[in-house]
């Protein structure tokens, strides 16, 4: 199973902008879905982005126009580019090759147990 790293969070004020990786070593990325997925304090995991094999991209209706995924093969690397950044999307963030999207929400496509310690993502003035 691929195992993922998350880095990239930070403490960031209301308004601006971070941008989160997802590295994996020892296999590529290519052909995996690879989900960003988010956890409040108190709260469920929640789907945020989804990028496919063929880089069709999802997102959570939260994020939407706010957030963009991508991805570089030559550096097998996924990203989020968070923008206009709100209280509300303090989290850890987490990545994931088992994703699905549509409908203005992103879910898990498969049960995954190799999930990261993540990375935070604090928004606050």
């Known amino acids: 199973q691929v195992q993922l790293e998350e880095s990239g969070g930070d403490l960031v004020q209301p308004g601006g902008s971070l941008r989160l990786s997802c590295a994996a070593t020892g296999r590529t990325l290519d052909y995996y879905a690879i989900g960003w997925f988010r956890q409040a304090p108190g709260k469920e995991r929640e789907g945020v982005s989804c990028i496919n094999s063929i880089n069709t991209t999802y997102y959570a209706d939260s994020v939407k126009g706010r957030f963009t995924t991508s991805r570089d093969r030559a550096k097998n690397m996924v990203y989020l580019q968070m923008n206009s950044l709100k209280p509300e999307d303090t989290a850890v963030y987490y990545c994931?090759?088992?994703?699905?999207?549509?409908?203005?929400?992103?879910?898990?496509?498969?049960?995954?147990?190799?999930w990261g310690q993540g990375t935070q993502v604090t928004v606050s003035s």
């Open positions: 994931a090759p088992a994703c699905t999207g549509g409908g203005g929400r992103v879910t898990i496509s498969y049960e995954y147990d190799y």
